[in-house]
């Protein structure tokens, strides 16, 4: 049975009509071992990240730190350019609760945020590294090729913290640049990302 509205065929059989709505193109997967950084580079080994997408997805599938209680972060840049300080304004929330479901809260993190500061952003807070902890999530770029407006972005992740809670982080900010942006690249705060894999996808 198919969905019509207004006298338009959106559904049928399953599949959507020409014209409705959109499609996560696959473009590049990256997987960690013992890694330092995890760049994507447009033009690089495959990597696509210009102007053929006005919103491009990162997908995070058990990141592992190598060091407990470390936090994946990422920064971007522009060009040529490989110093990844772009200026960001972001916002940082995080609701947690405890395995014995003790110390639940909700907080805004003022020690997390940045206010045109330079640093890589954290996007995944205090990820456990014991052998079953590890952390997994999106961050969404919205379109980073533009000339004229500043790169927005958001980022949620769900989170192993180090002291057993269940940790829902979510990031949100943008890159105060109207220059295109032309790479990504991830790292810990502290130590090497030990596994996982991080997956660039377009949004056609």
């Not at 350019?81 to 003790?102: K, P």
């Not at 913290?161 to 943008?174: E, K, R, S, T």
């Amino acid at each position: 049975m198919g969905l019509i509205s207004n006298g338009s065929t959106i559904f049928d059989a399953g599949s959507m009509s020409a014209g409705f709505g959109g499609s996560m193109v696959f473009i590049k997967k990256l997987t960690a071992s013992s890694s330092a950084t995890l760049s994507f580079v447009n033009g690089a080994s495959g990597v696509v990240f210009d102007d053929t997408y006005k919103e491009y997805m990162f997908t995070f599938k058990n990141i592992h730190p190598e060091t407990d209680s470390a936090d994946l972060t990422f920064q971007v840049d522009t060009g040529t350019d490989t110093n990844y300080n772009q200026a960001i304004t972001s916002g940082v929330f995080r609701a947690e609760s405890r395995e014995d479901g003790a110390d639940a809260k909700v907080i805004y993190d003022t020690n997390l945020d940045q206010a045109q500061g330079t640093d890589f952003q954290q996007i995944q807070h205090d990820i456990g590294n014991d052998n079953d902890q590890s952390a997994s999530g999106t961050l969404t770029l919205f379109n980073p090729a533009s000339a004229t407006f500043v790169k927005h972005f958001i980022a949620r992740s769900q989170i192993y913290y180090a002291g057993d809670y269940a940790l829902d982080f979510f990031v949100a900010g943008y890159f105060n640049t109207t220059t295109a942006l032309t790479k990504v690249q991830f790292k810990m705060s502290t130590g090497n990302i030990d596994a996982g894999d991080i997956c660039l996808y377009g949004i056609a």
